[in-house]
């Protein structure tokens, strides 16, 4: 909600405001640039699967939409080699030059990156969205470092989402940089009961309307699940701990709708409908998986999504991390091991860019060679 507050407050702006977004994600935490990537994939319009022309292309494009010709190639070779679109012929002497130093490598990134920033920026101020920065990785937090030292007088601003743990994950995170945090609290019971009101109605009973808050002690994902099930007609016997109310919310759905779900969680936390189908030995364009797929997204379990992270056709995510955790929790371990290896061979097959995440699945997956 304060994602969607903060871009709606950019979007009754007069002034256009740029806005670049991307996500963490569990599968491939910690994976170099799982961060950066993306955003730059989506300001170009790079969908992974794409020939690697096609991507070389968009991203000089968007290069050059604001970059004075003589950076240009510059710019785009060096973040080519970091979105998965290198560049293998022609050969600048300072792209060959770095691809033998890691060190000489990460500096010319470093400056590409924040030269492209502030050309960006210069042209029209800048967001960046970075949610479930908790599954982010160090490379992608030392190039927005460099970029917030190198850029302070540039109308520009991250908001980034995370769990309280990406101050373990990442200590001292952009210390120095004019970090403002936002601790998000626990409801309060006004709070709650005002939401029990809203959506089961002033007619709800004041002992359900009590336990429900005690219940849900502050959580609003526990909160708006419970009020889920009072409004569904499962008040009796309501489970005690959230893991325990997602579990039973996949327990009611019909088997093949149930095994559809565990095949998603092998991919993360977003996936594509393609994906799953492979992983579940069906065809993706069968009347009956669109309609499961549908019918999840009613029942606010998956979400639909546009993003450039897979294969730019049928992508989702599920609604909440939590419900992808209790449903990968339901896999048997050789479940587990079949799906990472049969994914893994997927992503592979359609040209995945990103080469950490095809081998983090295929390791899962047993396929070690």
Partial sequence: RLRAEFLGALASRSARVDVWESRGDSISAGAPFVMIAPLLKRAA????GEPIETRRRKLGARVGRNVPMADRRRITEFLGEIIGAPFLDELSDSLRAARQDPIVMGDQVKRAFVDLLRHECTATPLVLVLEDL??????????????????????????????????VTFHNLWSGRGVT?????QLSAHASADLVREVLGNDVSQSTLERIVTQATGNAFYLEELIRAVAEGREDGLPETVLAMILARLEALEPDT?????????????????????????SANTGDLSTRFTELVEKELFTERSSVNLSGDGEYSFRHAMVREAAYGTLTEDDRVLGHRLAGEWLEARDQSDAILVAEHLDRGGAYE
């Fill in 45 to 48: 319009g790079i969908v992974d």
């Fill in 134 to 167: 908790h599954w982010g990785d160090l490379p992608s937090i030392n190039l927005l470092d460099a970029a917030l030292r190198a850029t302070r007088d540039r109308p520009w601003m991250i908001l980034a989402l995370a769990r309280p743990e990406v101050n």
């Fill in 181 to 185: 945090q936002m601790d998000l609290l």
């Fill in 258 to 282: 149930r095994r559809l779900l565990r095949g998603a969680s092998i991919f993360g936390d977003a996936f594509s409908r393609d994906g799953v189908a492979k992983l579940l030995a069906v």
